[in-house]
């Protein structure tokens, strides 16, 4: 394997990552405040859907992105309603979402374009453009380095950028803020918070709602970034496999961006038949390729993969006590 | 009331011109048909300690959150330092300069003691400049009340005494004149309390105002210049406590004469029923949690365990009593029984003649939805006499729980109703009907007086003593030390799973046995 295709791979991995990292990290906020969200998937489902739809009727991209973290938002803000404001089962609320989302997608995007469940191809402005990092172009002459910045580093989408920037924000404001303590407080023991004279209610919904303006980001990248337009069911249990990336992370931000990273390589390698081909000796069966990331998320999930302690407080809602 | 604001106990740190720290007018709440609260006025003097005693559902604990502001009162008045407050909820309460330290301490786990110290009080919106001046203004106050903690260790690394420290100095951080301590000794080693009672006496000297909840009546005797009774929702009494006996307390508490001293004859042991031997257990995360456990418990007596929680004592119970697999030997009868495989269950040690009160009632003792007669048929579902045939014999168990609930004085006397419809008390009788009804030869017992009041509390004793006076072995775990010396005729005490010594409860005291508690050997008599 050359150099080049080396790049190529990473370049692709990263492509494919971004979706799983703000994925990932939506369901870093929620569950760290205790709300576990197995509808990651739901609102990036409905966010891409809704990106590509108003980037087509629009032909602006960011009226699109707009649209597709709105819907998310309010896909939050049903799960916030429901387990918190309801106390209700928070898995049963995330599953229901997801089924929602599936079948609501397909249906509206029949009814308005009538191309089989799916938008129309999305050009020009309704796309989101690769950008060209500074000095990209004098610098690709360098050896190693140029390649690496000028091939893998440059040329993505802005919302590439934004997920890599979102993996330090999120250490900050978890870390080293006062919001951060309190959220990392409340999914551990909201009594805490709560004797402390601080709101369990606002903390669980400002962490879903995070969830949400993440997994919006992520399913409009999906759409107008990654692909262009929306097509039935495109985000693949892509919701299921962050979840299960924030578990080999062990809810930490830095840890899922090389979990993220790991999941996208494989999802990269699927797509480049050709290299595995020559990596390995034996024919590998496409359809193997395909389901690695799906198997590594049986294993993690299975909890091969050492010992990761969720938030205490995960899961169950906060009553106040007698 | 009024009067006793005025000079209640002189206090060595009263004020005696101030108004009251805490004035509580007529305040009453109700939960549907439940009246918690009925009336009650109270009156705490600055620098004063008072105790608030009462057994458990007469009010106490909703009294406290109302001044928490967990509940807002139905009716009546608060009054902080003579000025009408209202706490519609904990943040007005902190800001009213009232602290609470709760029996299950509101710590996260995982937090350094320093980031649950600022949580809720942070500066601003980042952290870097709040912790740093946290750290200096805990460790000043820390140094000024001698409370030593790491602000960086965490804190499911520190002890349970140290652990209520930190909830004391997370009060005092917020600028606390008054503290609320709800049932503070109830995790505590005796020296651990002792400590716990230098720091309240030490606050108090500083000009802090302490409230103390607590059912236990030694403590109030020994920390408090004034106390409060509460009894169904009401306060029946407020006392000197320079004043006042135990005995006149707990007849407040309880509205008739108590017996404290549990009345026994001495014992009259009989031939070896149970004989263990270099017992060890290993739980899941391989640790060994019975070091070599050995004891004999004989015919007619009570051998008491004591220990601080976690010290092995349940594992010793669960062994005996079917639940947790071990290595060693225990004979009961001077046979053998199996530590392992399929012999070694609950059902197993119930035909051989052990029957088993667990310590956590609500999770081992009782399925609490189910009714009554079910709860009591539990673990001899598969008696003969239980039974018709194939089918259960409900009617004919119902018939037996009547029986037994009516001997057994449990109240409601309905054997339909859900067991969580019980009181704590209650609770606990039908699960000792359930098990000393069935005539065992060896009783295990695992706190029987938790979270029971003080009438239940004479009526489980004197039933374990009857059983005993018919000539049955009792093992008995309490982490109660009054409990253990009212009741046993040998005392053992286990530390870190290994039995430090064994004492007559004649020949030893609360001192002695609180050392060994401690894993302090005082030379002779260790095992």
Redesign the interface.
Same mark, same amino acid.
């Given at each position: 394997m050359d150099f080049s295709t080396l790049i190529q791979i990473l370049d692709s991995t990263l492509r494919m990552a971004t979706p799983l990292l703000l994925a990932c990290l939506a369901g870093l906020f929620s569950e760290r405040s205790g709300i576990f969200d197995i509808g990651l998937e739901a609102k990036m489902l409905i966010s891409a859907f809704f990106s590509a739809a108003v980037a087509y009727e629009t032909g602006s991209v960011w009226l699109g992105l707009l649209a597709g973290i709105g819907s998310s938002l309010v896909f939050a803000a049903i799960h916030g309603v429901a387990s918190i404001t309801f106390r209700g089962n928070q898995l049963i609320s995330g599953v229901a979402l997801n089924f929602l989302a599936a079948g609501m997608t397909v249906l509206i995007a029949q009814n308005w374009f009538q191309q089989g469940g799916r938008t129309p191809s999305l050009m020009g402005g309704a796309r989101f453009e690769p950008l060209t990092l500074p000095f990209a172009d004098s610098l690709a002459a360098v050896p190693i380095f140029g390649p690496l910045y000028a091939e893998l580093l440059s040329g993505h989408s802005i919302l590439v950028y934004v997920a890599l920037l979102a993996v330090p924000a999120s250490w900050w404001v978890l870390f080293r803020t006062r919001f951060g303590l309190r959220l990392r407080a409340v999914g551990e023991n909201p009594a805490a918070v709560d004797t402390a004279g601080v709101s369990v209610v606002a903390l669980r919904y400002s962490a879903v709602a995070i969830a949400g303006l993440l997994c919006g980001i992520a399913g409009a990248y999906m759409s107008t970034g990654l692909g262009a337009g929306f097509v039935k069911d495109m985000t693949a249990g892509r919701g299921y496999i962050a979840l299960a990336a924030l578990i080999f992370a062990k809810w930490r931000p830095w840890y899922a961006l090389s979990a993220c990273l790991l999941f996208g390589l494989l999802q990269a390698l699927a797509l480049r038949t050709d290299v595995v081909a020559r990596i390995f000796p034996f024919e590998m069966p496409v359809q193997l390729l395909d389901s690695l990331p799906y198997i590594l998320t049986v294993v993690i999930l299975a909890g091969f993969v050492g010992k990761a302690i969720p938030p205490r407080a995960g899961g169950t809602p906060y009553v106040k006590e007698r | 009331m009024k009067d006793l604001a005025d000079n209640s106990g002189q206090p060595s740190g009263a004020m005696p011109d101030a108004p009251p720290a805490i004035e509580l007018r007529g305040i009453s709440k109700a939960f549907g048909p439940v009246q918690a609260n009925k009336d009650i006025s109270l009156s705490v003097a600055k620098g004063a300690i008072h105790g608030i005693i009462g057994e458990n559902g007469a009010g106490k /604990? *909703?009294l406290m /959150?109302i001044l928490?502001g +967990?509940y807002k009162a139905d009716a009546g008045e608060i009054l902080i330092n003579g000025a009408p407050t209202d706490i519609p909820? /904990?943040?007005a !309460?902190?800001a009213a300069g009232i602290g609470?330290v +709760?029996q299950?301490f509101?710590? #996260?786990? $995982? +937090?350094s003691v320093l980031? $649950?110290v #600022?949580? %809720? !009080?942070?500066d %601003? !919106?980042?952290?870097?400049t *709040?912790m740093s001046k946290a750290r200096k203004h805990l460790t000043e106050i820390a140094e000024e009340y001698e409370m030593n903690v790491d602000p960086d260790a965490l804190i499911e690394e520190i002890g349970v005494g140290m652990q209520q420290r930190v909830e004391i100095l997370?009060s005092l951080y917020r600028h606390a004149d008054i503290l609320i301590l709800d049932e503070p000794t109830g995790v505590l080693t005796p020296a651990e309390a002792d400590h716990l009672f230098r720091i309240l006496r030490g606050l108090k000297d500083e000009g802090k105002t302490i409230i103390l909840i607590t059912h236990k009546l030694r403590e109030i005797m020994e920390v408090t210049d004034t106390v409060s009774v509460m009894r169904r929702g009401e306060m029946t009494a407020t006392v000197k406590t320079a004043e006042t006996s135990p005995e006149e307390l707990a007849e407040l508490m309880v509205g008739r004469k108590v017996l404290l001293r549990v009345d026994k004859k001495p014992a009259q042991p009989g031939e070896t029923i149970l004989k263990v031997s270099d017992l060890r257990v290993v739980d899941d995360d391989n640790v060994e949690r019975l070091k070599g456990v050995s004891l004999q418990v004989r015919a007619g007596e009570i051998l008491g365990i004591a220990g601080v929680a976690g010290n092995g004592q349940s594992e010793l119970l669960n062994v005996l009593g079917g639940i947790t697999r071990a290595t060693g030997s225990v004979q009961v009868n001077g046979q053998e029984i199996d530590l392992t495989g399929k012999h070694s269950d609950g059902r197993s040690r119930r035909e051989r003649g052990i029957s088993h009160v667990p310590e956590d009632r609500q999770r081992a003792g009782l399925i609490m939805d189910f009714s009554a007669w079910e709860n009591i048929v539990f673990g001899y579902q598969w008696d003969p006499a239980c039974n018709n045939g194939m089918l259960m014999d409900n009617d004919g168990i119902r018939r037996e729980t009547a029986g037994k609930m009516e001997r057994f004085d449990v109240r409601p006397p309905d054997c339909y109703l859900a067991a969580k419809s019980f009181s704590g008390g209650n609770q606990q009788k039908i699960v000792l009907a359930r098990e000393i009804e069935r005539n065992p030869d060896l009783l295990l017992v695992g706190q029987p007086t938790r979270g029971v009041d003080i009438g239940a509390i004479e009526f489980i004793h004197q039933r374990i003593i009857e059983l005993r006076d018919a000539g049955k072995a009792i093992l008995l775990v309490s982490v109660e030390l009054d409990e253990i010396m009212g009741l046993s005729d040998r005392i053992a005490v286990m530390f870190d799973g290994r039995i430090m010594g064994e004492r007559l409860p004649g020949e030893t005291d609360e001192r002695e046995l609180g050392l060994l508690m401690a894993g302090v050997t005082s030379g002779e008599g260790a095992a």
């Open positions: - | /604990s *909703t /959150s928490y +967990f909820d /904990s943040q !309460a902190i609470m +709760f299950h509101k710590l #996260v786990e $995982n +937090f980031e $649950n #600022v949580l %809720g !009080a942070e %601003g !919106a980042l952290l870097r *709040t997370k």
